[in-house]
């Protein structure tokens, strides 16, 4: 192996163009080729072995390169921040709990139109009721809802 390592220091080189990086190649690549060294069948070419063992170990590395953003003084990661969403998941524990206080027949017609964005007749259409029916529901729905979730209503209703 060490007979081999300007041979492939020179192969790493010419794919990282860069010394350091050729370098951390070859260490790489004997790294694996010591640790599989089991793996080699006696008797064939150490040389050819060895040489793919580097290759496929740059092709890994260029594969991860291009998943990461080179930064090393971390002004990059300064910038990353994730708004909070506690709020928002607190909110969405109280419309379920009150969703569920509503009577089904409401939860039903309120679901139809405000969450999955069904007009009024065709809420009615599903449902097997009047148009007016739905209309009373989903506006009793709202109310009920505004009222669990202390939301102010329009026109002060």
């Known amino acids: 192996m060490l007979a081999l390592l300007p041979s492939l220091r020179a192969f790493a080189w ?12 070859v260490q790489e690549t004997l790294i694996k080729a010591w640790g599989n060294r089991d793996k080699f069948t006696p008797g ?17 590395t260029v594969g991860k390169r291009k998943r990461e953003i080179p930064d090393e003084d971390g002004h990059f990661a300064e910038t990353l ?14 419309l379920k709990a009150a969703l569920d206080q509503l009577p089904p027949d409401h939860r039903e017609a309120i679901v139809m139109v405000g969450a999955a964005g069904l007009s009024y007749e065709e809420a009615a259409e599903i449902s097997g009721c ?5 209309k009373s529901r989903v506006n009793r729905a709202r109310n009920r809802l ?3 979730l202390d ?6 209703a």
């Open 130 to 134: 009047a148009l007016g029916t739905i």
């Open 14 to 25: 010419s794919l990282a163009r860069n010394g350091a990086d050729a370098d951390d190649l």
């Open 151 to 156: 939301m102010p209503r329009p026109g002060g």
């Open 146 to 148: 505004a009222r669990a």
């Open 44 to 60: 064939t070419n150490l040389r050819a072995w060895l040489f793919t063992i580097l290759r496929n170990t740059w092709y890994t």
């Open 81 to 94: 921040t994730a708004a909070p969403n506690q709020e928002w998941r607190c909110e969405l524990t109280s």
